[in-house]
């Protein structure tokens, strides 16, 4: 019962592509977040939406822009990749009365920036 | 500025032991705090909620709010417990969740 697909489980990409990694949710949730995981540096919050069209930096905001246009669906957008956007995306969902109960995370994309 | 620190990047058990996680925080109103836990190529997963005070595969936390702390616990450590344990905060009023950098749990048999 997969509840947050991440459509990529791998990426590699080159230097200044523009990539797309996409996140989709089937629990009708109202928050959509997107996390990088780094090994010693935990989970950092890049961007996050409340509702569609609405969204709102993260701590490591830099180097990425983001998409909702529908409520189920969140992307994050590399406009130029960088060698240092090498990394796992995490997409999480939550809202309302779920958020008391954490988030639930994809499984994630590992990119790879050439 | 909402914090969580794991002090510990590594933890490694023996079967059987009593294991402790810990996690303090930053934040001067109530914090919610979870623990997230990551098997070996699975998805993170949520463990344990501050608000709930259950019990999850043996595992139990308490919040400390006098000393900022959200210690993960279970007296006797089992094998299939090695993962990686990241503690987390979510403000009053935010939506978001924000993660300690993660402690990776290795219990020897």
């Known amino acids: 019962d997969v509840k947050v697909t991440q459509s990529s489980r791998y990426l590699v990409k080159r230097t200044g592509e523009k990539v797309f990694l996409e996140c989709v949710q089937d629990?009708?949730?109202?928050?959509m977040f997107w996390y990088r995981q780094d090994p010693g540096l935990g989970l950092r919050l890049i961007y996050f939406?409340?509702?569609?069209?609405?969204?709102e930096k993260g701590d490591i905001p830099e180097g990425y822009s983001v998409s909702r246009e529908k409520k189920e669906r969140f992307s994050l957008i590399l406009e130029s990749a960088s060698t240092n956007q090498t990394s796992m995306y995490l997409c999480?969902?939550?809202?309302?009365?779920?958020?008391?109960?954490?988030?639930?995370f994809g499984s994630g994309t590992r990119l790879t920036v050439v | 500025a909402q914090r969580v620190t794991q002090p510990e990047k590594l933890l490694s058990v023996f079967k059987g032991a009593p294991v402790e996680l810990k996690c303090n925080y930053s934040y001067s109103g109530s914090p919610e705090l979870f623990w997230y836990v990551q098997y070996s190529r699975q998805r993170l997963q949520l463990l344990l909620r501050h608000i709930s005070r259950e019990s999850i595969k043996g595992f139990t936390a308490d919040l400390n709010k006098g000393e900022t702390s959200f210690h993960l616990k279970k007296p006797f450590a089992q094998e299939e417990d090695s993962a990686m344990y990241y503690c987390?905060?979510?403000?009053?009023?935010?939506?978001?969740?924000?993660f300690g950098k993660g402690t990776k749990l290795t219990v020897n048999p």
């Open positions: 987390a905060l979510r403000s009053g009023g935010s939506e978001k969740l924000v």
């Open positions: 629990m009708d949730h109202e928050n």
């Open positions: 999480a969902s939550g809202g309302g009365t779920q958020a008391n109960y954490g988030y639930t």
């Open positions: 939406s409340y509702d569609v069209k609405m969204k």
